[in-house]
């Protein structure tokens, strides 16, 4: 998550913060069983791409404003980055009010935490936009509070996502430079998904030891080769054409691919550009939503010292 820019009022006061809010792609996913408040266990490498929307924060005397150039997201209660704003201004009442305008570049219930990213965006730029002087903690408290992906998506870089999701270790930094990611023309409701796993019989899972040590070495091959996802069992039942979307990457070069979140976006890591473009442009004849990207900062944090929760 980037500040990348300020305008500075009279007595050095913010008249507005303009923030990037990347996505997050989930490189391995395994659910390793059933908590007693309702939610899943979960084990998952998280990992930001360089797909992002733009968050614009202003002060305003009071209330919550929220525009957006998608009319496929909502602008009130019902929108996370609404909801982060309204939680830490309930706190806070002396900041007053926000004027948040999202600049939406990440696809609508794709799997890649686009609202949960807007919502980091928010509590981030309000802590800087008021002064409000948050430490980490208490901010990744804060996320943990409208999503399981808000902390994750504060924390940037890679991680080893446990819990509901919120319960992060930071990885090393490594740069995923030619990734394609293809959404079908449909979304696929999160809480379905997880409705209909069978914790008995999951299948295939992903050998998240296997992934860990490929990624601390950095060696593309092998992280490719260890993705995986276990609610591809479910997603592709309903869905086969996501299976088909695997097998075309696979067609075209990708060293591995596979689905993000429950779906339906399908990211596959390529050998180089000339692949990566090459496949893109073919995916681009066929599906509507389909995006070239890389590692969000090159797989780094902005250079801070991670948060670690837990």
């Given at each position: 998550m980037y500040i ?152 940037g870089g890679t ?37 209909l796993l069978d ?112």
């Open positions: 990348i820019g300020e305008k500075i009022k009279e007595k050095k006061m913010l008249e507005e913060i303009i923030l990037e809010a990347p996505a997050k792609i989930n490189l391995t996913l395994d659910v390793t069983g059933k908590r007693p408040d309702g939610y899943h266990e979960l084990e998952t490498v998280m990992h930001q791409i360089s797909l992002a929307d733009i968050i614009r924060l202003k002060p305003r005397r009071e209330g919550i404003a929220l525009r957006t150039n998608s009319s496929a997201i909502p602008d009130g209660e019902d929108n996370l980055a609404y909801r982060a704003a309204r939680l830490v201004l309930d706190q806070y009442p002396a900041a007053g009010g926000v004027e948040i305008h999202i600049d939406k570049k990440i696809p609508v219930g794709a799997g890649l935490a686009g609202g949960s990213t807007d919502a980091a965006a928010v509590i981030l730029g309000l802590n800087r936009l008021y002064d409000m002087g948050l430490a980490e903690p208490a901010l990744l408290e804060q996320g943990a509070r409208i999503g399981s992906d808000v902390p994750f998506c504060m924390a991680a080893l996502a446990r819990g509901r999701g919120e319960i992060l270790t930071p990885l090393p930094v490594c740069h995923l430079p030619h990734l394609v990611l293809v959404k079908p023309d449909f979304q696929i409701s999160t809480g379905a998904v997880y409705g914790l008995e019989n999951m299948g295939s899972r992903p050998d998240t030891a296997a992934f860990l040590e490929a990624w601390g070495k950095c060696d593309i091959i092998s992280i490719a080769c260890h993705m995986g996802n276990v609610l591809e069992t479910v997603s592709i039942k309903k869905y086969p054409a996501l299976e088909d979307i695997r097998q075309e990457m696979l067609d075209r070069g990708a060293l591995g691919a596979v689905m993000s979140g429950s779906g339906p976006t399908m990211v596959g890591i390529f050998p180089d550009p000339k692949t990566a473009a090459a496949a893109g442009q073919w995916f681009m004849t066929r599906y509507q939503e389909v995006y070239l990207a890389a590692s969000y900062n090159r797989g780094d944090r902005n250079g801070k010292e991670p948060f670690i929760t837990g």
